[in-house]
């Protein structure tokens, strides 16, 4: 009878094993979120890092107040018991004990709230932005344009790159699963950068942990935020309103990069858009209508309608 109680333990010891070595084996997301990870993203920007540090303060008082109020209650529970000869007192009020009890948390919450404050009102100061781009949300996809600066008239569709075969589990799944897009959005480093949102159907929300950014998206409304990225390099978000059927499939990938980089891609992309303007007089080929159509599909129809039905 014990040794099946040992095998049975055993057993489910190894099934839990099992169960979990999967996750030994997935890569940290470039730009986005770690295994294991436990808090917020390393911020890149400074208010992201006002916003750890501020959840942090606040997270060493909370545990202080935790620790101060349960430990009184059980130190006076302990050394006046009944069993140690105590006996309960009576009284009906202690007007020093109320003064304390609402002069010290006023204190706290104030010296809570001032810094929390500061930081609120620098995430709504959008001006003097050395960057403005319009953001778009849309079923199931992002549209950016880039309203001045070396890029200006630079617009673009920015949807999921992630294979369909992969959502399907048809083939293994990428590195950046569900965190690529086609068109990412480039910036240059150590400069503001003011997003003016809004949306054609739903309402979503533009997030991108890393800047501290979280910006509603909504419909018939124009809403603004802004970031300056500290750091070169790839970051990655997504939509977190809840959008509709393809709501995780809209990941948002910002790539900041040097100030001659982002003229260079500016005037790269300026000339692509200049070279894809179509020309009303030409004659299409089947298989270039079949490249477009495909494209056209797996932009608008894939959500809901696949070959299969």
Known sequence: MKLAKRLQSLMLGVSLLAATAPTWAVPD????????????????????????SLHNMMMYICLAIFIAVFGVMFYSIFKHRKAAGHKAATFHESTTVEILWTI?????????????????VAMKDASNADLTIKVTGMQW?????????????????????????????????GDNYLLEVDNEVVVPVNKKVRLVLTANDVIHSWTIQRFGVKQDAIPGFVRDTWFKAEQVGTYRGQCVELCGKEHAFMPIVVKVVSEQDFKAWA???????????????KVWTIDELKQRGEKVYNANCAACHQPTG
Request: overall charge negative; proline content about 7%.
């Open 141 to 173: 996809k992002w549209g950016y344009q880039y309203l001045d600066g070396d890029a200006k008239g630079v617009n673009f569709l920015s949807q999921l790159a992630t294979p369909r075969e992969q959502i399907d589990n048809a083939a293994a799944k």
């Open 104 to 120: 010290v948390p006023f204190i706290i919450v104030i010296a809570m709230a001032l810094p929390a404050t500061r930081t609120v």
């Open 29 to 52: 997301v470039d730009g986005g979120p770690a295994v294991n990870e436990i808090t917020f993203q390393k911020p890149v920007t400074q208010i992201a890092d006002q916003i750890y």
């Open 267 to 281: 005037d790269a992309k300026q000339k692509e858009m200049a070279a894809k303007a179509e020309d009303p007089s």
